[in-house]
């Protein structure tokens, strides 16, 4: 347990001493501050509009602003994975530090995983950049806070998968720029693979359509959390660590 | 401290190490010495745990590197070709990192940075970046990760390669100033390096094991295998070499004469042979009795770089049919792996 936190550590030191955390921390601030904006405006717009149509039930914060900002969040979420897993076991490889690792007294398991929550530690820091923003929607409105707790939740979920797939292509080349193409197709394929379901009902269709990682974030952000998303997120952790644990074996076969 | 038995690593196409085996005694400096590709790296990558061997084994400090590769771990230093450095870590930084992963912890671990940083004279960049630390720098900062936990045995892949022979020197006395606390392999294909630094050499090529001897034995079968040079002048202003080359040939326990220079009234002739004192005075004999003037008559001094080339291309020579690796490089050249 001790070994798992001095590589995170690690790992967060070399993101933090490196431009490549303030360049993530950066663009998601961007990207998100925009959202936030363009989705408040037409939040209001939307508002006045009703009020001028003399329709006096009030718009939800809840629904009609956050749960479009944290979809949004979740998809912007595949283009920052690759970036933050590329380099976790690709660099060890061409630096040759990956032998200093790998004949310490450290288990495979304990690398694995400290480096996969330092991962998971960024993109937590990088949602937690989103607070500045609603600190203003608390301020002035009154959104409740629980759903959105649930929806961050998910959001930490889904990245906690997508960073394991990363982190086990990262583990497969010593190329970083191949491990950040190879993760992000992976992370749009798992994106996309959803659609098949809006039109087919097949077996196949629905299959594939389950095994979308975006799919599963839906009841998050409507504020529910169900068991079955849960686990299917849980599931998809422990499978990409458990293949990076694998390839990562299969080293000292070949390397 | 290491014993290794029958140690073999193969990959899709080639063998990379043969079955080697040998034992390395507490305190010790043992060379690896072989030509580019010999497999040094791989059997030390083994010893310490990165590689899994094919079959065989090997114990370090009394555990078994398949069964325990955990405690084995714990007691070996390694070096790499390239020190593993983290380029955007501080020295300190990166030795304290080092050390928490061999399991030092708190005042200890301090304690210990504080002295590697001392011991491999790298105190000075002590808060400089390691990515813009010189060649030198790098090596010895290699060389304190290495020893931080203070280990049993050290072992290190080419310490000196690519340094400058000042950095070489400082680094060669480093590593001789380890030795006693620590047993060390250290692998090179830099022979006075071996000679400087070395009590017992392992020489291996194509992945077997060629020779395992002591410095001073492996120089000594040197000069029992070595060549005579003659020089021999006539007595009244001419020489017929073609003739002296007769007559040194059949002095018994002569294999092979060449005459390396011949002149008007002098001729040098290289004899190789069962080098002894018999041979030299048999020659002398030969010369004098003939009627010429014996000028010169000494052994070519034949250094360890002969010996290994002579025990390295025996060997290819004996097994040119298998193997179709890439053939061993010149010794002498110092190229980069």
Redesign the interface.
């Known amino acids: 347990m001790r070994?798992v936190w001095?590589i995170c550590k690690?790992e967060l030191?070399?993101y933090f001493?490196?431009p490549i955390a303030c360049l993530l921390f950066t663009f998601f601030a961007l990207l998100f501050g925009y959202f936030f904006w363009t989705g408040v405006y037409g939040f209001v717009y939307l508002g006045m509009e009703s009020q001028m149509r003399g329709e006096s039930f009030p718009m939800s914060v809840n629904e009609f602003l956050l749960r479009n900002l944290t979809g949004n969040l979740s998809v912007i979420g595949l283009f920052f994975v690759p970036l933050i897993t590329m380099r976790l076991f690709a660099e060890e490889k061409r630096?040759?530090?990956?032998?200093?690792?790998?004949?310490?007294?450290?288990?495979d398991a304990e690398i694995i995983v400290g480096k996969w929550l330092a991962a998971l530690l960024l993109y937590a820091g990088m949602l937690l950049l989103t607070a500045l923003n609603y600190v203003w929607l608390f301020k002035y409105g009154n959104p409740d806070w629980k759903p959105l707790a649930i929806a961050y939740l998910g959001l930490l979920l889904q990245a906690g998968a997508l960073l394991a797939i990363g982190t086990f292509i990262s583990t497969l080349t010593r190329n970083q720029i191949i491990a950040a193409a190879a993760t992000f197709g992976v992370c749009l394929l798992l994106w996309i693979m959803a659609w098949v379901g809006e039109f087919e009902y097949t077996t196949w269709a629905r299959v594939t359509s389950y095994l979308s990682v975006l799919s599963h974030f839906e009841t998050f952000a409507k504020g529910v959390i169900y068991t079955k998303d849960v686990v299917f997120y849980v599931s998809l952790i422990f499978l990409g660590l458990f293949l990076t644990s694998r390839s990562l074996e299969s080293l000292?076969?070949?390397? | 401290m290491i014993n290794v038995q029958e140690l073999t690593k193969k990959y899709a196409r080639n063998t990379a190490v043969d079955h080697i085996s040998f034992e390395v005694r507490k305190g010790e400096i043992v060379g690896f010495l072989g030509p580019n590709g010999a497999g040094k790296t791989t059997t030390m990558r083994m010893l310490t745990c990165f590689l899994s061997p094919t079959s065989g084994t090997a114990t370090v400090a009394g555990f078994d590197i398949l069964d325990n590769p955990f405690e084995v771990k714990r007691r070996i230093g390694y070096l790499p070709e390239t020190p593993p450095l983290y380029p955007e870590m501080r020295t300190a930084e990166y030795l304290e990192l080092v050390g928490s992963l061999k399991g030092l912890r708190g005042p200890e671990l301090a304690k210990r940075t504080d002295y590697v940083l001392e011991r491999c004279a790298v105190a000075d960049v002590k808060h400089k970046v390691l990515g813009k630390l010189s060649k030198g720098y790098r090596q010895r900062v290699g060389l304190a990760q290495a020893i931080i936990h203070n280990p049993d045995v050290l072992i290190l892949d080419e310490p000196t390669a690519g340094l400058d022979p000042k950095q070489i020197n400082e680094t060669r006395d480093l590593i001789k100033s380890l030795a006693g606390d620590h047993t060390i392999i250290l692998s090179t294909h830099i022979l006075p390096e071996v000679e400087q630094t070395c009590q017992q050499v392992i020489i291996i090529n194509r992945g077997k094991l060629v020779a395992i001897d002591s410095v001073s034995n492996l120089q000594h079968r040197a000069r029992g295998a070595g060549s005579v040079l003659v020089e021999v002048a006539g007595r009244n202003g001419s020489l017929d070499a073609a003739q002296v080359q007769r007559s040194l040939e059949q002095v018994s326990g002569v294999s092979r004469v060449l005459a390396t220079r011949t002149g008007e009234d002098r001729a040098v002739f290289e004899v190789d042979g069962n080098n002894d004192r018999s041979l030299r005075a048999d020659l002398a004999r030969a010369v004098v009795q003939s009627g010429w003037d014996l000028n010169e008559l000494r052994s070519a001094a034949v250094s360890l770089e002969e010996v290994f080339l002579q025990l390295t291309n025996a060997d290819v020579a004996g097994n040119s049919s298998e193997s179709p690796t890439e053939p061993p490089e010149s010794v002498a050249a110092k190229a980069e792996e």
């Open positions: 070994n001095i690690k030191h070399s001493v490196s630096s040759g530090t990956i032998e200093l690792l790998a004949t310490s007294p450290v288990h000292r076969w070949r390397a």
